[in-house]
């Protein structure tokens, strides 16, 4: 499977929405994890490099640098 290009700041959605009802994720954190923050609650998840490959969806909004 192909890595998609992800970088820090995009606003990426998801397979699942956020139980709120959001399907926006900002990432905020890139490492081994990475850390997602809801743009509908603010509520922040940090999850396994691999598993948010694996549950990423596409990119909504490429960060600009
Ligand atoms: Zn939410």
């Not at 929405?17 to 809801?38: A, E, L, Q």
Request: overall charge positive; charged content about 40%; some cysteine.
């Amino acid at each position: 499977m192909e890595e998609k290009e992800f970088g820090l700041y995009d606003v990426v959605e998801m397979k699942k929405p956020h139980p709120c009802g959001t399907n926006r994720w900002k990432i905020i954190r890139i490492g081994m994890d990475i850390r997602i923050k809801c743009e509908g609650c603010a509520h922040s998840v940090l999850i396994p490099r691999k598993k948010f490959i694996r549950k990423m969806k596409k990119i909504l909004v490429k960060h600009e640098e």
